[in-house]
């Protein structure tokens, strides 16, 4: 019997939380014995580890600002329509070449309706060409505050035109889909949760050395948390912690400008370096991490164990990290800041309180989305 092939596209615009998940859920999927492939529309990202996956990137489309007001290149020029038309086509010979038994799209029809252009061709010819190959959409817990009724609409009659099955990874003990999406009751035939995505092989995998004092500041991969880390620096000489070593990872998506601007400010103790791919290792042996409220890294904080402060963004009209934040430091997993009220002060005060009554992470939270979402995908094929 050959090996089912699984076709999965992902779209990141800001940060990278979109393909790290994709690709924690392909790598599963490559232990249940299927063959994956990924085709990625974003920005190559460095610190994601692609190993064993085949990896396809289209010409990449990132957000403009932190409003995502609109699509640029590489080059920061806004996407033409030649330039769709390119995307357009190459996503569509993929497909073809690929032949997949199962096609993923990850977030769509939930966000990146701008995407439509080369989404809908790809959807219609995957029931056009393979009328019985299942169609599954992957997306997180919680969705983007939008405020636009049609819009809801909208996605149901996407869903319910070309979706098999919705796969939200989340756990609906921490927070049900209709929390965000009210209209969920009409697509619930549609809808099986997974559990939180987070690679917990590469969890056990890890060691834990000599517990290490390592304070570790980071703002995921995106291009947005440059106020937090410049903040963290400033906030070490007046900390309890101000003679361990600190480590602050700079995204990728950072420019240089940011980068070598907070590089200047390295002196004995405090390493400021690009993100790096041991993050889960570097949370497993830290005294306390201090990061942004991305899915990934809050997923990682709980199986990990860390100590945690988190700063969820909230730039234009972002609520998701916000909202799964509160959650969870409701529960008393972690401390937290609302990036509307982060200060130098506040800081200074949270990481000493962290540091003086470390969180013990005891939860019953559901972390086996990458597992079990292998487990549905392989028995659909």
């Known amino acids: 019997?050959?090996?089912?092939?699984?076709?999965?596209?992902?779209?990141?615009?800001?940060?990278?939380?979109?393909?790290?998940?994709?690709?924690?859920?392909?790598?599963?999927?490559?232990?249940?014995?299927?063959?994956?492939?990924?085709?990625?529309?974003?920005?190559?990202?460095?610190?994601?580890?692609?190993?064993?996956?085949?990896?396809?990137?289209?010409?990449?489309?990132?957000?403009?600002?932190?409003?995502?007001?609109?699509?640029?290149?590489?080059?920061?020029?806004?996407?033409?329509?030649?330039?769709?038309?390119?995307?357009?086509?190459?996503?569509?010979?993929?497909?073809?070449?690929?032949?997949?038994?199962?096609?993923?799209?990850?977030?769509?029809?939930?966000?990146?309706?701008?995407?439509?252009?080369?989404?809908?061709?790809?959807?219609?010819?995957?029931?056009?060409?393979?009328?019985?190959?299942?169609?599954?959409?992957?997306?997180?817990?919680?969705?983007?505050?939008?405020?636009?009724?049609?819009?809801?609409?909208?996605?149901?009659?996407?869903?319910?035109?070309?979706?098999?099955?919705?796969?939200?990874?989340?756990d609906p003990r921490l927070i049900p889909f209709d929390k965000t999406f009210p209209k969920a009751n009409e697509i619930s035939h549609l809808i099986q949760y997974t559990g939180y995505v987070v690679d917990l092989e590469k969890v056990k995998k890890e060691k834990v050395s000599k517990k290490s004092s390592e304070i570790v500041v980071s703002s995921g991969s995106g291009a947005v948390g440059e106020n937090l880390l410049k903040l963290a620096i400033k906030a070490r000489p007046f900390t309890q912690a101000k003679d361990d070593p600190w480590r602050i990872l700079v995204g990728y998506s950072m420019s240089e400008t940011v980068f070598n601007s907070l590089k200047r400010s390295e002196e004995r103790g405090l390493i400021v370096e690009r993100a790096r791919p041991d993050f889960i290792s570097l949370l497993k042996n830290c005294r306390l991490s201090i990061s942004q409220g991305g899915y990934n890294t809050l997923m990682e904080i709980l199986s990990t164990g860390a100590n945690s402060i988190s700063i969820p963004y909230a730039g234009g009209h972002e609520t998701e990290q916000t909202l799964r934040t509160r959650l969870l430091a409701d529960l008393g997993l972690i401390r937290q800041i609302p990036e509307v009220d982060l200060t130098l002060n506040k800081m200074v005060k949270m990481i000493n309180l962290a540091l003086a009554e470390p969180i013990n992470l005891q939860h019953d939270i559901d972390l086996s989305g990458a597992s079990k979402t292998a487990d549905i995908v392989y028995k659909l094929v």
């Open 1 to 170: 019997m050959s090996k089912k092939n699984v076709l999965s596209y992902v779209q990141h615009l800001l940060g990278i939380g979109h393909v790290k998940r994709s690709v924690t859920l392909a790598r599963s999927m490559l232990q249940k014995g299927m063959e994956v492939t990924i085709v990625s529309g974003g920005e190559n990202v460095p610190v994601v580890d692609d190993s064993g996956i085949r990896f396809i990137q289209l010409p990449s489309i990132k957000a403009s600002n932190r409003e995502f007001e609109s699509l640029i290149d590489s080059a920061g020029r806004q996407i033409s329509d030649e330039f769709k038309i390119l995307r357009r086509n190459t996503l569509l010979e993929i497909f073809k070449v690929t032949d997949p038994d199962i096609l993923v799209i990850e977030l769509y029809p939930f966000g990146r309706r701008q995407l439509e252009f080369e989404l809908l061709p790809l959807l219609e010819m995957a029931r056009e060409l393979k009328p019985r190959m299942k169609i599954i959409c992957s997306v997180r817990d919680i969705l983007v505050e939008k405020n636009k009724p049609h819009r809801d609409k909208e996605m149901i009659e996407r869903a319910k035109q070309y979706f098999d099955l919705i796969l939200v990874h989340g």
